[in-house]
């Protein structure tokens, strides 16, 4: 038997979005994306919140969930250098934030840029489509609406 669970139109109620300041000219435009989406999804009671960098969204990602944020998503720019320090923010960044969703049971959409070159992330955080701020936001919505309707469908 294949039972299809319909999502709901409407929710999240509140999403947190985190944005790391560092590399502020590609994370700006990303954040604007995102706040965009959440917009035009209907989602009305927004909380974002400015940190350093991509390290420390995981904590904050886990502080908004805790505050009682349906979803959150995580806005940030790692950009290679000349070592490969930008590999372990990123990955170690990527990984919190897994953590966090497991944790708290929420997606955490994220809009962590990984890239090679400063025109790669440009080109990832110009308005309309390919905006992985937009796309994220987008997903986290999407996954919070999934998992209102499971958990429905599971009490009721």
């Known amino acids: 038997m294949i039972r299809r669970i319909e999502l709901p139109a409407d929710g999240p109620r509140r999403v947190g979005v985190a944005v790391a300041t560092f590399n502020q000219a590609i994370t700006e435009p990303l954040r604007d994306g995102a706040l965009e989406t959440l917009e035009r999804l209907g989602v009305d009671d927004v909380v974002v919140v400015e940190v350093p960098g991509a390290l420390e969204l995981p904590v904050v990602a886990a502080a908004l969930a805790d505050a009682g944020c349906d979803a959150v998503v995580a806005v940030g720019a790692v950009i290679e250098g000349e070592t490969d320090h930008y590999r372990i923010v990123a990955d170690q960044s990527a990984r919190g934030l897994m953590d966090v969703s497991l944790r708290?049971?929420?997606?955490?959409?994220?809009?962590?840029?990984?890239?090679?070159?400063?025109?790669?992330?440009v080109e990832?955080?110009?308005?309309?489509?390919?905006?992985?701020?937009?796309?994220?936001?987008?997903?986290?919505?999407?996954?919070?609406?999934?998992?209102?309707?499971?958990?429905?469908?599971r009490s009721g």
């Open 124 to 153: 990832r955080s110009r308005p309309g489509p390919g905006n992985k701020g937009a796309e994220a936001a987008e997903a986290a919505v999407r996954c919070a609406r999934a998992l209102a309707a499971i958990h429905a469908a």
């Open 104 to 121: 708290y049971g929420i997606p955490v959409g994220n809009a962590v840029l990984a890239v090679r070159a400063y025109d790669h992330a």
